[in-house]
């Protein structure tokens, strides 16, 4: 929510008081950071000479560029605000959302479909399906893409505004205009191969951003030992500690159901749905220049992906424990589900940060919140002027015009898509938890997406009307049981909510779609060669060269390796 103003009382300490005391080294250091990213954007113009370059970089970018661009663009506000957000509610349940929630779903992406989406040379998700599907099941695709794009980078856009709000203390509206004004210029210049070199750069600066943070506020609580005590001793209890069964996060009392929900809507359903067809992240894999160098991309992301619950989560939780502020709301709300206050779990980690890093520090922590908020954003965004231009203006408004024109479409969608987000930011500050908004988004448009992919992929029978009838079908049921949680029909608490709507959508998008395949008439199998697993030779869905490829870039070896660490996570921490 907006921050309170100072003269408002409220019965928990005012988030109008949270006002970072920023030194002159502080705002020299934010203000270095936005030096380089406008630089990125202006070097990266140079670059652009045709729609392939704005759009995809040329399809030129190295593999270890696109890995850590993958991940950035990742570390938006669901990473930074949401997942500390989560570790101050829940604590280590939250790690679900990184090994069971992130980890096998990039590595399928790697391993399976990116050798698809690279080979056909397609230049968006959206336009896959309409290879694959037609244009009924492209077009609901490519509008629900759009649409779920400016709602998640009002989010990023949102809690980047938050961050010049509590560090100059203007008014969120203007905060939020500025902040746009900043993510729009990059990348209205260089187009995709700004917001990736900046997205590099922006991995660097959160993690030392976010390093410090929970270094010091681990000291601050008396070690890891004075953390577990503290934890044990507040609302949620020792659970806090114990990643299953979650039933805090999944809402499920019974430990069984709590298990199967995580499993199955979170680790199968949502993050599926989430990896393997979100554009905003496969774009970054398809600006490589090798299928090998694609696969590698959401495998090389994995690993640092693993590690990032551990600057994030528990500098979450260590603010709900040392924080005066979020204690007490932490209680607040323990004592009763429907208090509302001024103080969020999203000001978690601001408030940790008011606390216990000094000046110097503070100037690379704010500029870690604005590197990661600017990611996330201009992830949306790009991912956003790409599907618009491509696969709605050109195929639906405009065909055959210049190249320069469709370029020029295409910074004007940042435009329009940067303005509409000024607008859905307000949307996403009515929610007090960050995650629970975008895991409800996620079940309305990943969720049926993935069951139309996985069905489409594997089957071949599955036809055209199948594919758009499926997803309208899956996204509706969705929307449905959002609809009747928000009504009382049915109460969970935490995320269960967006995690059955999730597996409703993509149990009803696989039924509909296999009923609707039996009455009506497939594509004919030489129009499915590299869309359709069975019908695409071997030869088509790998590189030529990988075999003669060193140990550590051969995509399979690298999966297997992350795959056993994050099995070893979750039992060593579980």
Same mark, same amino acid.
């Given at each position: 929510?907006?921050?309170?103003?100072?003269?408002?009382?409220?019965?928990?300490?005012?988030?109008?008081?949270?006002?970072?005391?920023?030194?002159?080294?502080?705002?020299?250091?934010?203000?270095?950071?936005?030096?380089?990213?406008?630089?990125?954007?202006?070097?990266?113009?140079?670059?652009?000479?045709?729609?392939?370059?704005?759009?995809?970089?040329?399809?030129?970018?190295?593999?270890?560029? &696109?890995?850590?661009?993958?991940?950035?663009?990742?570390?938006?506000?669901?990473?930074?605000?949401?997942?500390?957000?989560?570790?101050?509610?829940?604590?280590?349940?939250?790690?679900?959302?990184?090994?069971?929630?992130?980890?096998?779903?990039?590595?399928?992406?790697?391993?399976?479909?990116?050798?698809?989406?690279?080979?056909?040379?397609?230049?968006?998700?959206?336009?896959?399906?309409?290879?694959?599907?037609?244009?009924?099941?492209?077009?609901?695709?490519?509008?629900?893409?759009?649409?779920?794009?400016?709602?998640?980078?009002? =989010?990023?856009?949102?809690?980047?505004?938050?961050?010049?709000?509590?560090?100059?203390?203007?008014?969120?509206?203007?905060?939020?205009?500025?902040?746009?004004?900043?993510?729009?210029?990059?990348?209205?210049?260089?187009?995709?191969?700004?917001?990736?070199?900046?997205?590099?750069?922006?991995?660097?600066?959160?993690?030392?951003?976010?390093?410090?943070?929970?270094? =010091?506020?681990?000291?601050?609580?008396?070690?890891?030992?004075?953390?577990?005590?503290?934890?044990?001793? @507040?609302?949620?209890?020792?659970?806090?500690?114990?990643?299953?069964?979650?039933?805090?996060?999944?809402?499920?009392?019974?430990?069984?159901?709590?298990?199967?929900?995580?499993?199955?809507?979170?680790?199968?359903?949502?993050?599926?749905?989430?990896?393997?067809?979100?554009?905003?992240? =496969?774009?970054?894999?398809?600006?490589?220049?090798?299928?090998?160098?694609?696969?590698? &991309?959401?495998?090389?992301?994995?690993?640092?992906?693993?590690?990032?619950?551990?600057?994030?989560?528990?500098?979450?939780?260590?603010?709900?424990?040392? *924080?005066?502020?979020?204690?007490?709301?932490?209680?607040?709300?323990?004592?009763?589900?429907?208090?509302?206050?001024? &103080?969020?779990?999203?000001?978690?980690?601001?408030?940790?940060?008011?606390?216990?890093?000094?000046?110097?520090?503070?100037?690379?922590?704010?500029?870690?919140?604005?590197?990661?908020?600017?990611?996330?954003?201009?992830?949306?965004?790009?991912?956003?002027?790409? *599907?618009?231009?491509?696969?709605?203006?050109?195929?639906?408004?405009?065909?055959?015009? @210049?190249?320069?024109?469709?370029?020029?479409?295409?910074?004007?969608?940042?435009?329009?898509?940067?303005?509409?987000?000024?607008?859905?930011?307000?949307?996403?500050?009515?929610?007090?938890?960050?995650?629970?908004?975008?895991?409800?988004?996620?079940?309305?448009?990943?969720?049926?997406?993935?069951?139309?992919?996985?069905?489409?992929?594997?089957?071949?029978?599955? &036809?055209?009307?199948?594919?758009?009838?499926?997803?309208?079908?899956?996204?509706? @049921?969705?929307?449905?049981?959002?609809?009747?949680?928000?009504?009382?029909?049915?109460?969970?608490?935490?995320?269960? @909510?967006?995690?059955?709507?999730?597996?409703?959508?993509?149990?009803?998008?696989? =039924? *509909?779609?296999?009923?609707?395949?039996? *009455?009506?008439?497939?594509?004919?199998?030489?129009?499915?060669?590299?869309?359709?697993?069975?019908?695409?030779?071997?030869?088509?869905?790998?590189?030529?060269?990988?075999?003669?490829?060193?140990?550590?870039?051969?995509?399979?070896?690298?999966?297997?390796?992350?795959?056993?660490?994050?099995?070893?996570?979750?039992?060593?921490?579980?």
């Amino acid at each position: 929510m907006p921050l309170a103003d100072p003269a408002v009382p409220t019965s928990v300490h005012a988030a109008a008081t949270l006002r970072l005391d920023a030194a002159p080294v502080d705002f020299a250091l934010v203000a270095l950071y936005f030096v380089f990213v406008l630089g990125i954007g202006l070097m990266a113009r140079r670059r652009v000479s045709s729609s392939i370059d704005f759009f995809l970089s040329g399809r030129s970018l190295p593999a270890w560029v &696109t890995g850590l661009a993958f991940i950035s663009a990742n570390l938006g506000a669901v990473e930074i605000m949401g997942m500390s957000a989560n570790g101050a509610e829940y604590g280590f349940p939250t790690f679900h959302y990184f090994w069971i929630g992130a980890v096998p779903a990039m590595l399928f992406l790697g391993v399976v479909m990116m050798p698809f989406y690279y080979g056909s040379k397609v230049r968006s998700v959206p336009e896959f399906m309409r290879r694959r599907f037609g244009t009924g099941a492209h077009l609901v695709n490519a509008l629900s893409f759009a649409i779920a794009q400016v709602l998640i980078a009002g =989010v990023n856009l949102y809690l980047l505004g938050s961050i010049l709000n509590v560090l100059l203390g203007w008014p969120l509206w203007l905060s939020v205009a500025v902040a746009a004004v900043i993510v729009l210029s990059y990348i209205t210049l260089g187009g995709l191969s700004a917001a990736i070199y900046n997205e590099v750069l922006q991995f660097f600066v959160i993690v030392a951003a976010l390093l410090p943070l929970t270094l =010091v506020g681990l000291h601050k609580a008396g070690g890891w030992e004075g953390l577990r005590d503290k934890v044990t001793g @507040s609302p949620g209890g020792a659970e806090q500690l114990e990643s299953w069964p979650g039933n805090a996060l999944s809402g499920f009392s019974n430990n069984f159901l709590s298990v199967i929900g995580i499993v199955f809507g979170l680790g199968f359903v949502l993050s599926f749905g989430y990896w393997t067809t979100n554009f905003v992240e =496969v774009q970054r894999a398809m600006a490589t220049h090798s299928i090998a160098a694609a696969r590698r &991309t959401p495998i090389i992301g994995a690993y640092p992906k693993m590690f990032i619950p551990l600057i994030v989560v528990i500098p979450g939780m260590i603010s709900a424990v040392l *924080v005066p502020q979020m204690a007490e709301y932490k209680a607040a709300k323990a004592a009763n589900p429907d208090f509302s206050g001024d &103080t969020t779990y999203n000001q978690a980690l601001l408030y940790l940060m008011k606390d216990v890093l000094p000046n110097g520090l503070l100037g690379v922590g704010l500029a870690g919140l604005l590197a990661a908020f600017m990611a996330g954003m201009a992830a949306n965004i790009s991912a956003f002027n790409t *599907v618009f231009s491509y696969d709605l203006w050109q195929q639906y408004v405009r065909k055959d015009r @210049s190249d320069h024109y469709y370029l020029s479409i295409g910074r004007l969608a940042t435009v329009g898509a940067t303005v509409a987000a000024i607008f859905t930011a307000f949307i996403a500050s009515s929610f007090s938890n960050m995650m629970d908004y975008l895991q409800t988004l996620f079940s309305f448009f990943n969720a049926p997406l993935f069951a139309t992919f996985i069905l489409g992929m594997f089957w071949r029978r599955m &036809t055209p009307a199948a594919g758009w009838i499926g997803l309208v079908c899956g996204t509706g @049921s969705a929307i449905t049981v959002f609809l009747l949680h928000k009504a009382g029909v049915f109460e969970l608490s935490g995320q269960g @909510s967006s995690f059955v709507a999730a597996g409703v959508a993509f149990v009803v998008d696989i =039924v *509909v779609s296999v009923a609707v395949t039996q *009455v009506t008439r497939p594509k004919p199998a030489a129009e499915l060669v590299g869309l359709v697993y069975s019908e695409t030779p071997k030869e088509l869905r790998t590189d030529p060269d990988e075999d003669s490829l060193p140990w550590y870039q051969r995509p399979v070896l690298l999966a297997g390796i992350a795959l056993v660490l994050v099995i070893a996570l979750n039992i060593v921490v579980g």
